[in-house]
């Protein structure tokens, strides 16, 4: 398949949207769907291709849209769907998809559903979610424990049953056993499809499944003292049922009915499911005539928990292309609203290494905002913690507010972010790095993001080539992009020394420093201290 005819997706770059945090548009101090609008013209000027958007649907906010009381509207504080609509259309219009978060796994106990559920035993819609007796001796079913510490279960004082909820006790699991739960949220991803989104990524698609006969988790034999809780057992019969395969089908024959013959109508399922890269492979689904039956891309984090190291990184690299199924697509995430960011993981000065990596390896990448800039994690003071997670564990370092302060735009008070009070700290260098300042000033982080962007839109051996040989030498990670008779090399210093490796007659069409291109080469590569270059061979 050339770039010509292949899905849009398969050479897009995917740009990560936390609406709280993007832009205010009305001085609350929180981000909105207005807000997003407004900023699209960075969006196109930086090359990004497609937008996701966390999710802005009514909620109660206890897990900050995560849990869900209508999937098919607009929460106030984000605006409206008239504002949904708007940002779908002028989107459009600037030639960028729209990508929209889908919580399937469990709702807000807010919910409709789950409040007529929790009315009485025989509520037509009790067993839309995961009612169980209490255990012999009055405690919960299982032993299970929730992703957000404590027990998975919370007992229905007026019913006197266990609902099950993996997350918040205010997020309780639906029950995909149900034919009557698939189909309302068919309903709701048609809904959202009707209005010109171009794709999902479903949220813990993993978890849509317990083992049925509700047997207890075996204990991790890798617990050690120290480690969180909630990590005490092995989820086995949490996460990962057979089952959900039949409901990512369901799903895919969906989004293929609204695709069209038109590849550039082509609807997109992303899966997010942090599971070892052998069980993430069957997430693909099956080889069909015209391609997959599971998700087209599932979330591939291998890179957010990697250290930074040339070794391990071509060990990765390697692996993960040798396990991916005939006509299953690769993809990279290096950050997102869960994890801490890239230039607080590897450090400021690896961050532009890091956006080298991300945009040259085969497959979809997935961008962060903030990143470009080389946004840290923000530390957030006690008495503004917001994240439930950190809240219910303290002290494990599990919080994610410091992963979603707000953008910085320029360099007002409210970093051009809002005219209000900031719903989460600024980044406290806002002054210097924000999009305006950092715009303004060539040689950056933001420009070579853009560089790349712009480098891998005209280069199909990068956004459509295969792999050659990927190694490391002496803290060099070296790997190849073809495409025809075109062939590049991606070469990253990743040592904080200066190094020189062998390489064939090239150009160098890019380096992380920004400061050399069109260098005629042969034979010998010099490169300094955490340099990265592009080269196109000449042989």
Request: hydrophobic share 40%.
């Amino acid at each position: 398949m050339t770039s010509a005819d292949s899905p849009w997706w398969q050479r897009a770059t995917v740009y990560q949207i936390y609406p709280r945090s993007f832009q205010d548009s009305n001085g609350d101090g929180i981000g909105d769907l207005a807000g997003v609008t407004q900023r699209l013209d960075y969006l196109v000027w930086l090359g990004i291709d497609a937008i996701w958007l966390s999710p802005f649907y009514p909620s109660p906010m206890a897990d900050f849209g995560y849990d869900v009381a209508d999937y098919c509207d607009v929460d106030p504080v984000f605006g409206t769907l008239a504002d949904f609509d708007r940002l779908v259309s002028e989107a459009h219009a600037r030639g960028l998809k729209v990508i929209v978060d889908f919580v399937p796994n469990h709702t807000s106990e807010a919910h409709p559903w789950f409040v007529e559920s929790r009315g009485n035993r025989g509520n037509p819609k009790r067993d839309w979610f995961v009612w169980r007796d209490p255990a012999p001796d009055g405690g919960p079913p299982t032993n299970w424990l929730s992703e957000f510490g404590g027990p998975a279960w919370t007992k229905d004082a007026a019913t006197g049953q266990y609902y099950y909820h993996a997350y918040l006790p205010q997020q309780p699991d639906l029950n995909w056993r149900n034919p009557a739960v698939r189909a309302a949220m068919q309903d709701a991803l048609r809904f959202w499809l009707e209005r010109g989104v171009d794709g999902f990524r479903l949220d813990t698609i993993h978890h849509l499944f317990e083992d049925e006969g509700l047997r207890d988790n075996p204990p991790n034999p890798f617990f050690k003292d120290g480690m969180a809780p909630t990590l005490r057992f092995d989820r086995v019969h949490q996460v990962d049922q057979p089952e959900v395969q039949d409901v990512l089908r369901e799903w895919r024959a969906l989004m293929d009915s609204y695709a069209g013959t038109d590849g550039s109508r082509a609807r997109i399922l992303i899966g997010e499911a942090y599971l070892p890269l052998e069980k993430i492979m069957a997430y693909y689904g099956d080889a069909q005539e015209k391609g997959m039956s599971g998700v087209h891309l599932p979330f591939n984090f291998q890179l957010i928990g990697a250290p930074w190291d040339a070794g391990v990184l071509a060990d990765l690299i390697s692996r993960y292309e040798s396990l991916l199924p005939p006509g299953g697509w690769p993809n990279w995430v290096l950050g997102n609203h869960d994890r801490s960011r890239v230039a607080s993981r590897f450090g400021p000065e690896a961050a532009p290494l890091a956006a080298m990596l991300l945009l040259t390896l085969r497959g979809t990448p997935t961008l962060y905002y903030g990143d470009e800039l080389g946004l840290t994690d923000v530390p957030v003071p006690p008495e503004m913690i917001q994240d439930p997670w950190e809240k219910r564990v303290p002290g494990f370092g599990l919080g994610r507010d410091p992963v979603r302060s707000p953008m910085p735009w320029d360099t007002g008070a409210g970093a051009g972010f809002t005219t209000g009070t900031p719903w989460l700290p600024l980044n406290a260098d806002h002054a210097t790095r924000n999009v305006a300042a950092m715009r303004a000033e060539k040689s950056n982080l933001l420009h070579l993001t853009r560089d790349l962007l712009a480098l891998r839109k005209i280069e199909p051996a990068l956004h459509d080539g295969a792999y050659g040989p990927i190694e490391s030498r002496g803290g060099i990670l070296i790997y190849e992009r073809v495409h025809g008779a075109r062939r590049l090399l991606v070469v990253l210093n990743m040592s904080a020394a200066a190094r020189h490796t062998p390489v064939p007659a090239y150009e160098l069409l890019l380096s992380t420093h920004r400061d050399r291109s069109g260098e005629i080469g042969e034979n010998l590569l010099r490169l300094r201290p955490r340099e990265g270059a592009i080269l196109a061979a000449r042989e």
